[in-house]
């Protein structure tokens, strides 16, 4: 039986915001802004180097400052490239702030349910990135806060990132909070240890793990609309 929620706090990167699309589009951007040239390989390799170095973030083993940087140290290494890292990363930040791509169904989900819910962005993104991203997107009128891990001093999953965010909406009562993201070690860990509710987005259909808690699962975010469109509202 579907709760009483009034909160719907959502993931950005991969959840509302079609992030793939963003940084593919980003790095070969920055590449032909610098001069140089791109190739497929470069994107293969990045995104793995991506997923460790967030990985590591989560873990606390990195902070953002290393992560904006280290990344492209990694992939310099890897194919001899000769571009200076520092300026590599101020550019690719700034297209990737311009790239607001919304996941399919993002926007409809929003609007068809903000008469009833309070929406907020929860991220581990980088601030320059997240707030610029927002300010472009058609969502943005929905959102009523975006906390950012850079911002507030803790990444997802820990529990002083939670503490924060719930004090920027008012310390609502937690059964009244549902996270909506795609990343069980970040989203659904840290929700699940802090005693709120989960809805892992799954398009890529992957394996359920036996843990953290997954209250809901969906494939598409339009099924969000079905799950909680009914429920009556909490004031």
Known sequence: MIKHYHWLLFDADGTLFDYNRAEALALEQTFHHLG????????DAYQQINREIWRALEQKQITPDVLRVRRFEMLFEKFGITISPVVFSEAYLKYLAECGELMDGAQDVLDALSAKYRFAILTNGLQAVQRNRLARSPIQHHIAALVISEEVGFAKPERG????????????????????????????QGASDYGIATCWYNPERQPRPASPTITYEITHLRELIALLIDEPKVE
Do not use: H, T, V
């Open 161 to 188: 990132f939670f503490d924060a965010a719930f004090a920027r909406i008012g310390n609502p009562p937690k059964e009244r909070a549902l996270m909506i993201g795609d990343s069980i070690s970040s989203d659904i």
């Open 36 to 43: 140089a040239p791109f190739e497929q390989k470069y994107l």
